[in-house]
């Protein structure tokens, strides 16, 4: 039946669709918000495995290991991954400022490692640079799985009250919040400021609004490191919150399913109504 056949069609396009998107990652990257690979990040399922890249200008050099020991700390503590990984490598120094296309421009050059079935990915650009269009930033969550750290910023803002190491810790670690879809990327959180979206009310918070620009000096020399309760509490919301994105090919597939029984099932009623001529 022509009927059938066109709607037996629709998984394979379906299927030809997400494979081409397996396959090109880069492609599947583009136009991914912070927030958007929320779960792929915290759950076990697809992705068992997470690489954290960080891809660090020769200017700066690598951040500091205990920055970097206690970002895997907050991953362990809020994703079920059986296998967390870190690739750090040198790229060249570079422009002295960025914008989202810069950085997006730059990370399709350098990045190594992107989200594939099986492999969760999390990058990071840590820049001897500054945000051009905010010279005040000292990090961006800008797209699903990536993270800008200005580190050249960091090292020479004089008000910054704590370690470089301190503020650098600090802000790897609100960047992954706001990939994990805190504070009301996704879904509802009580603790979100509504006058500095997505961000915490609460100074004691990793997730505190002035924690991503030179404002985290009003938070002294040792600003937070840790998610806060209510973090914790909003991505246990964030796991159970149904994001469109993601649903669409099982909806796809069960909405063909449904429709190859009603029209077999009409075929059928229609064959056995058909009373045979008398001989």
């Given at each position: 039946?022509?009927?059938?056949?066109?709607?037996?069609?629709?998984?394979?396009?379906?299927?030809?669709?997400?494979?081409?998107?397996?396959?090109?990652?880069?492609?599947?990257?583009?136009?991914?918000?912070?927030?958007?690979?929320?779960?792929?990040?915290?759950?076990?399922f697809p992705d068992d495995t997470l690489i954290v890249e960080i891809a660090y200008q020769t200017s700066v050099g690598?951040?500091?290991?205990?920055?970097?020991?206690?970002?895997?700390?907050r991953i362990h503590e809020t994703c079920s991954k059986g296998s967390v990984s870190v690739d750090e490598h040198a790229?060249?120094?570079?422009?002295?400022?960025?914008?989202?296309?810069?950085?997006?421009?730059?990370?399709?050059?350098?990045?190594?490692?992107?989200?594939?079935?099986?492999?969760?990915?999390?990058?990071?650009?840590?820049?001897?640079?500054?945000?051009?269009?905010?010279?005040?930033?000292?990090?961006?969550?800008?797209?699903?799985?990536?993270?800008?750290?200005?580190?050249?910023?960091?090292?020479?803002?004089?008000?910054?009250?704590?370690?470089?190491?301190?503020?650098?810790?600090?802000?790897?670690?609100?960047?992954?919040?706001?990939?994990?879809?805190?504070?009301?990327?996704?879904?509802?959180?009580?603790?979100?400021?509504?006058?500095?979206?997505?961000?915490?009310?609460?100074?004691?918070?990793?997730?505190?609004?002035?924690?991503?620009?030179?404002?985290?000096?009003?938070?002294?020399?040792?600003?937070?490191?840790?998610?806060?309760?209510?973090?914790?509490?909003?991505?246990?919301?964030?796991?159970?919150?149904?994001?469109?994105?993601?649903?669409?090919?099982?909806?796809?597939?069960?909405?063909?399913?449904?429709?190859?029984?009603?029209?077999?099932?009409?075929?059928?009623?229609?064959?056995?109504?058909?009373?045979?001529?008398?001989?």
């Amino acid at each position: 039946m022509v009927e059938v056949a066109v709607v037996l069609s629709l998984p394979v396009i379906l299927g030809a669709t997400v494979g081409f998107f397996e396959i090109n990652p880069v492609a599947a990257e583009l136009n991914t918000p912070a927030g958007y690979d929320a779960h792929l990040f915290l759950d076990s399922f697809p992705d068992d495995t997470l690489i954290v890249e960080i891809a660090y200008q020769t200017s700066v050099g690598p951040p500091a290991s205990a920055s970097v020991a206690t970002l895997l700390d907050r991953i362990h503590e809020t994703c079920s991954k059986g296998s967390v990984s870190v690739d750090e490598h040198a790229i060249a120094p570079g422009a002295a400022s960025f914008d989202v296309n810069g950085l997006l421009a730059l990370e399709e050059k350098v990045r190594q490692h992107w989200p594939v079935p099986g492999t969760m990915a999390l990058f990071y650009l840590y820049l001897g640079a500054s945000f051009g269009p905010e010279s005040d930033v000292i990090g961006l969550a800008y797209r699903g799985s990536s993270i800008a750290i200005f580190e050249g910023t960091i090292d020479s803002d004089s008000t910054l009250l704590g370690s470089a190491t301190a503020v650098t810790t600090t802000v790897m670690i609100h960047e992954f919040g706001h990939e994990l879809g805190l504070v009301g990327i996704i879904g509802y959180a009580p603790n979100e400021d509504h006058q500095h979206p997505p961000h915490s009310t609460d100074p004691n918070d990793v997730m505190y609004w002035e924690v991503d620009t030179t404002g985290i000096s009003a938070l002294g020399a040792t600003p937070p490191t840790q998610f806060d309760a209510a973090d914790l509490a909003d991505l246990n919301t964030v796991r159970w919150t149904v994001i469109w994105t993601e649903a669409l090919p099982w909806g796809v597939l069960v909405i063909d399913l449904l429709a190859v029984y009603l029209i077999v099932r009409a075929d059928l009623r229609k064959r056995r109504s058909i009373v045979p001529a008398p001989e």
